[in-house]
């Protein structure tokens, strides 16, 4: 029988957490065969929350769940484990300056970088989820220099399954029929969800997503914005953020990395940034990724054209305004 795999969850008693630990259980994210022991942190306000869905994780009765950790200690939560996935983080509130959002998560995110540097099992891999996705995973990477800066990163896979969805709903496909869709740069407005290398399987063969859907004026327009405000629209209709959604991008993410891509499909995940695709280097930049062994490369040789040249640049611009500013929070 294989060896349970620890995973952590921080932010574990909110919405995304609790929508995320019982896919974990299920075997969704690791495998149907994969034992999970679950370490699960929250804050002390949220603590008896956290009590809470410990209990109905008992109650699910879940084959594969070894074990169950839940506390409010950073070193307990981090130690030994194999995979992190940091969904706990501060919310934006009404009236509040960017800077204020951005100086809270930078010393969540500084601190929690020491208590998984110091504790996490070697190799551990790390997901960042919580907002302002790219760049908390950025002080995590600063501050944690022991674990290498390839095991850290961040959520685009919602906006990738985002835009898969909103090309099969236009054609009419099925959504795993749509393949190679891309997320370029930052898990904010900025980013840009590209479709020029997508496909389509139909009954013959492989076709492009531009040849199918025949109307640039709506890929280059309604499509991109749809992708990118998605997260508002769902809050408009559900008077709460995206959970399921989220939940479920970050078991894609992790499967994915953990257990490969399937031959010919790229996926988007945040990763640190050599300047591929002359994206800045030294942040972490969404790019599409193909994955073996545990390790993603980025697919190299994609043509760039004039107006996704653009998009890259800018959403390139605010990471790198993103880090001057969480830089400008540290000290
Ligand atoms: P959610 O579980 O809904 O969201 C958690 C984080 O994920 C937020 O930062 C949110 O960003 C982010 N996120 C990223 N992508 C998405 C997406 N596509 N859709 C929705 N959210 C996304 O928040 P809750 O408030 O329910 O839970 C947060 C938990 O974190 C609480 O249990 C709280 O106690 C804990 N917490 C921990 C802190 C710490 O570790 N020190 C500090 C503060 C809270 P956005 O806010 O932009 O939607």
């Given at each position: 029988?294989?060896?349970?795999?620890?995973?952590?969850?921080?932010?574990?008693?909110?919405?995304?957490?609790?929508?995320?630990?019982?896919?974990?259980?299920r075997?969704?994210?690791?495998?149907?065969?994969?034992?999970?022991?679950?370490?699960?942190?929250?804050?002390?306000?949220?603590?008896?929350?956290?009590?809470?869905?410990?209990?109905?994780?008992?109650?699910?009765?879940?084959p594969?769940?070894?074990?169950?950790?839940?506390?409010?200690?950073?070193?307990?939560?981090?130690?030994?484990?194999?995979?992190?996935?940091?969904?706990?983080?501060?919310?934006?509130?009404?009236?509040?300056?960017?800077?204020?959002?951005?100086s809270?998560?930078?010393?969540?995110y500084?601190s929690?970088?020491?208590a998984?540097?110091?504790?996490?099992?070697?190799?551990c891999?790390?997901?960042?989820?919580?907002?302002?996705?790219?760049?908390?995973?950025?002080?995590?990477?600063?501050?944690?220099?022991?674990?290498?800066?390839?095991?850290?990163?961040?959520?685009?896979?919602?906006?990738?399954?985002?835009?898969?969805?909103?090309?099969?709903?236009?054609?009419n496909?099925?959504?795993?029929?749509?393949?190679?869709?891309?997320?370029?740069?930052?898990?904010?407005?900025?980013?840009y969800?590209?479709?020029?290398?997508?496909?389509?399987?139909?009954p013959?063969g492989?076709?492009?997503?531009?040849?199918?859907?025949?109307?640039?004026?709506?890929?280059?327009?309604?499509?991109?914005?749809t992708?990118?405000?998605?997260?508002?629209?769902?809050?408009?209709?559900?008077?709460?953020?995206?959970?399921?959604?989220a939940?479920?991008?970050?078991?894609?993410?992790?499967?994915?990395?953990?257990?490969?891509?399937?031959?010919?499909?790229?996926?988007?995940?945040?990763?640190?940034?050599?300047?591929?695709?002359?994206?800045?280097?030294?942040?972490?930049?969404?790019?599409p990724v193909?994955?073996?062994?545990?390790?993603?490369?980025?697919?190299?040789?994609?043509?760039?054209?004039?107006?996704?040249?653009?998009?890259?640049?800018?959403?390139?611009?605010?990471?790198?305004?993103?880090?001057?500013l969480?830089?400008?929070?540290?000290s």
């Amino acid at each position: 029988a294989k060896q349970p795999v620890r995973v952590l969850v921080t932010g574990a008693a909110g919405q995304i957490g609790y929508a995320l630990v019982p896919m974990i259980a299920r075997g969704v994210m690791l495998g149907a065969d994969q034992p999970v022991i679950l370490h699960m942190l929250d804050i002390p306000p949220a603590a008896e929350a956290l009590n809470g869905v410990k209990m109905e994780l008992v109650d699910a009765a879940f084959p594969l769940l070894k074990g169950v950790v839940a506390t409010t200690d950073a070193v307990e939560a981090c130690t030994g484990v194999n995979v992190a996935v940091m969904v706990g983080g501060f919310p934006r509130k009404e009236g509040m300056e960017r800077k204020d959002v951005m100086s809270k998560n930078v010393s969540i995110y500084k601190s929690q970088a020491s208590a998984l540097e110091l504790h996490a099992a070697p190799n551990c891999k790390v997901l960042v989820v919580a907002n302002p996705a790219n760049t908390n995973a950025l002080i995590l990477k600063e501050f944690a220099p022991s674990i290498p800066a390839k095991n850290i990163t961040c959520l685009t896979r919602l906006d990738h399954n985002r835009a898969l969805g909103q090309i099969s709903e236009k054609l009419n496909v099925q959504v795993s029929d749509v393949k190679n869709v891309i997320i370029w740069g930052n898990h904010s407005s900025t980013q840009y969800p590209d479709v020029n290398h997508a496909t389509v399987m139909t009954p013959s063969g492989e076709k492009p997503v531009r040849e199918l859907v025949k109307d640039d004026a709506w890929l280059n327009g309604e499509f991109i914005t749809t992708v990118q405000q998605r997260g508002a629209a769902i809050i408009k209709a559900r008077k709460l953020s995206s959970a399921l959604s989220a939940a479920s991008a970050a078991c894609d993410h992790i499967r994915d990395w953990v257990l490969g891509t399937p031959e010919g499909t790229w996926v988007s995940m945040g990763v640190y940034s050599d300047g591929s695709y002359n994206a800045p280097a030294g942040v972490i930049y969404s790019f599409p990724v193909t994955c073996k062994n545990g390790e993603w490369t980025i697919v190299q040789g994609l043509a760039i054209d004039e107006f996704s040249r653009k998009k890259l640049d800018l959403t390139g611009v605010e990471l790198t305004e993103e880090k001057e500013l969480a830089y400008s929070c540290l000290s």
